[in-house]
């Protein structure tokens, strides 16, 4: 099965959007799995091993933590930009954190994570350091901002992934 099949969740979350992009119809259900399936293939080539999931749960309390921390930046960034902050006194800046996470699938999900949360980019990760280049739109304090990246979220991939 994972022959043909290398990464079935893959194939399936790609024929569900397949599906949610086009229309449901026979002809469409047959492409979008053909696509999917050769895409998963081509998945398997380029990936030397599927990531080993430790802990569900670890994953799911930071799909939480994620989603409300996007929510609360937004308000937070939107607030920013329409009042003005703190009445010029708001920087940007770079931060560089130091990073436990050496395992390519769960720094590729904080780095999404960083990306997504509004007022924040990764910008560069270093492999031999250990360390990444964080921009941050309202810099106030960096020890807070490495502080947060490891206790809030590099502390759940590590628990999640092996």
Do not use: C, K
């Amino acid at each position: 099965m994972t022959r043909v099949l290398p990464h079935p969740l893959i194939t399936a979350a790609l024929v569900l959007m397949w599906l949610l992009l086009t229309r449901f119809s026979l002809g469409h259900l047959l492409l979008g799995s053909v696509i999917a399936v050769l895409a998963g293939l081509a998945l398997g080539r380029i990936e030397s091993q599927a990531p080993r999931i430790r802990s569900w749960s670890a994953l799911f309390r930071l799909l939480g933590r994620v989603a409300l921390d996007i929510v609360r930046s937004n308000a937070a960034v939107a607030w920013l930009i329409l009042t003005g902050g703190r009445r010029g006194t708001r920087r940007s800046g770079f931060v560089l954190v130091p990073l436990r996470l050496r395992d390519p699938v769960p720094l590729a999900l904080l780095a999404i994570i960083l990306t997504a949360t509004p007022g924040t980019a990764w910008l560069e990760h270093d492999s031999e350091a250990g360390t990444l280049l964080l921009h941050v739109f309202d810099l106030i304090d960096e020890e807070e901002w490495s502080v947060l990246i490891r206790d809030r979220y590099e502390t759940l991939l590590l628990e999640a992934f092996a």
